[in-house]
């Protein structure tokens, strides 16, 4: 190596090519004259043999690093980078890194592996600089996103302070910072160039983040640290959401169209959107539904209660979550959200139970109807209004109702419990409603109430006709002397009659012990809910006993044929 000084007196190196062989083998390192740039061919290798080549090694790592920084500062402004329309980038040909002298390596082979996550990153900041924010859950995620990169920007800026970074091992150092900024993109593709925020933008959301936790479960620590962060984001939300809706009864007003659910008929009822969103599951609605429905309930009322704990409770207590964010199955989290929906629902409905228990509330009501409907009440009330030995053809269907209730022992005051109409006059429009208070009215619901009507309908034709064909018998059995007609009449009186009592006991029979069964399992019930099921198994049966339709209507049909005969 020789020293050439210059006219100002500085030192300049030239380097000419050295040749270092050992055992047939050529090691050749190639230098240029510029001091700012290096090349090492592929396949050279480098190789110290004296001292000399040790200094010459650390003057070129010099040179290298150099050149690096020198690459690192072009990266920063990407001048090499052309956008496309579509938001992604391509390479311009006309950039290249040399060695001086002989090798031209093209910019692609150290910037290609870089650009998709350029493209991911230009992505992350705009979603995060997105000034125009309407949603609650926009604004989360924008946070989470900035905290994100702020991470993201120190982990990438500790990197310039290591040693043994270089170019060829750039893109390994950094494997773990792109897997992250990948992930993240992933979770938030869908919806990071969303111009309108509603439940449906949101659905989409909730399918991705579940599809990148499912992702995460099989990534490396940090990938799973990082959708840590964003489901402990997302998870809070769900608290301030649900802790409202199963307390009140009511929706956020901020979240009121973040997610499925919506209030209806005038806020009474809080019902879910169809959806295809793999989050919500048929179970997660229906105890949201009822829950919330019972929530607003329980406000509706004046009764005294120790409020039950919120759902943010439950929930974190499926999770076992501490005050720090840790990774979560998608699965958990899923089952989590069900136990504590299902939770906080069970709460209000037995709430609203004991409500109904109190004051031995339910079971003078459960006695009043089963009396009404299929008692001795209406026994008294058909005798009333059809009984063979009355003589008035006048009857009031009210008055008739009230003295059965009077003869059945029921107080005076139950008649102000119960209404009566009949706009026509006719048996088959009769309507008897009992006026049911908070909360009994949730539990006694009008469509078992209209069962109970038509089982009252059927049974009254029953005993009308009856009563009929007992008068006729009466007047026969006045006349000392009956023709043969009047004997044949008689008779077939009698072949009616038969049928028709059996019909009617049975019937009545049947309905009275359907009845008690299934009051007495009311009266043993804990929640509400489960008062209701049984009820509804109630009005199903009721319903299949009055029926028409199928073979039930051929005896409905029959039945029909023999109360017409009667009283023809």
């Known amino acids: 190596m020789q020293y050439i000084q210059n006219a100002n007196k500085s030192t300049r190196g030239t380097l000419t090519h050295r040749r270092v062989v050992e055992k047939g083998r050529k090691w050749q390192i190639d230098v240029s004259n510029e001091s700012n740039r290096l090349n090492i061919p592929q396949g050279v290798q480098a190789f110290r043999v004296s001292i000399e080549d040790s200094i010459l090694m650390k003057k070129t790592r010099n040179i290298l690093k150099t050149l690096e920084k020198r690459l690192l500062d072009v990266n920063r402004n990407c001048s090499f980078l052309i956008p496309k329309p579509c938001g992604r980038y391509e390479l311009d040909g006309s950039y290249y890194l040399s060695d001086g002298i002989l090798k031209q390596t093209e910019i692609a082979t150290y ?3 870089f650009l998709e996550a350029h493209t991911q990153l230009i992505a992350l900041i705009a979603f995060s600089h997105k000034n125009q924010v309407n949603s609650q859950i926009e604004q989360v995620l924008q946070e989470f996103v900035l905290d994100f990169l702020s991470r993201h920007t120190r982990a990438v800026g500790e990197l310039y302070n ?20 990948s992930v993240v993109y992933n979770s938030l593709s869908v919806i990071i160039t969303a111009d309108i925020w509603n439940y449906g933008t949101v659905d989409c959301f909730l399918d991705r ?10 990534r490396p620590l940090s990938v799973k640290q990082v959708i840590g962060r964003l489901q402990c984001v997302i998870l809070s939300i769900f608290e301030r959401y649900f802790d409202r809706l199963f307390s009140t009864g009511e929706i956020d007003p901020v979240l009121e169209n973040e997610f499925i659910f919506q209030s209806v008929n005038d806020n009474a009822v809080i019902q879910a959107r169809r959806t295809r969103c793999l989050f919500w599951s048929k179970l997660l609605i229906k105890y949201v539904e009822n829950g919330a429905l019972n929530a607003r309930r329980l406000r509706a009322g004046n009764y005294d209660y ?25 699965q958990k989290i899923i089952r989590s959200m069900e136990y504590a929906c299902e939770t906080c629902a069970k709460n209000n409905s037995s709430l609203l139970f004991r409500c109904v228990l109190e004051n031995d509330t339910l079971s003078q009501v459960l006695k009043e109807i089963e009396s009404v409907y299929t008692g001795f009440a209406v026994r008294e009330m058909a005798f009333d209004l059809f009984g063979a030995t009355r003589t008035s053809p006048h009857f009031n269907i009210v008055m008739s109702f009230q003295n059965s209730l009077l003869l059945s022992g029921f107080p005076l005051e139950i008649l102000d419990r119960w209404d009566v109409c009949c706009a026509s006059g006719l048996l088959d429009d009769i309507v008897i409603k009992p006026k049911l208070s908070w909360p009994m009215c949730y539990l006694i619901e009008d469509k078992l109430i209209s069962t109970l009507n038509l089982c009252l309908r059927f049974l009254l034709r029953l005993l009308q006709a009856q009563e009929a064909l007992s008068a006729v018998r009466i007047d026969l059995a006045a006349t000392k002397e009956l023709s043969i007609s009047r004997q044949r ?10 049928p028709l009592t059996a019909i009617s006991e049975i019937f009545f029979t049947h309905l009275q012990a359907m009845l008690t069964k299934k009051f007495a399992l009311v009266a043993e019930s804990k929640t509400l809910d489960e008062a209701q099921r049984i009820l509804e198994d109630l009005n199903m049966h009721l319903t299949n006993l ?8 051929l005896i409905h049909d029959a039945i029909t044929k023999l109360c017409d005969r009667a009283t023809e």
Do not use: W
Request: some cysteine.
């Open 162 to 181: 290591n040693d043994m970074l270089n170019l060829r091992t750039l893109l390994h150092s950094v494997r773990k910072e792109l897997l992250e900024l």
């Open 306 to 330: 120790e409020a039950p704990n919120k759902f943010s409770v439950y929930l974190r207590k499926a999770l076992q979550l501490k005050d720090g964010c840790s990774f979560i199955g998608a």
């Open 546 to 553: 009055v029926t028409k339709n199928g073979t039930r209507a």
């Open 111 to 113: 910037v290609e592996p």
């Open 489 to 498: 009449l008689n008779h077939l009186i009698c072949f009616i009659a038969q």
């Open 209 to 218: 983040f579940l599809a990148t936790t499912l992702y995460a479960e099989l």
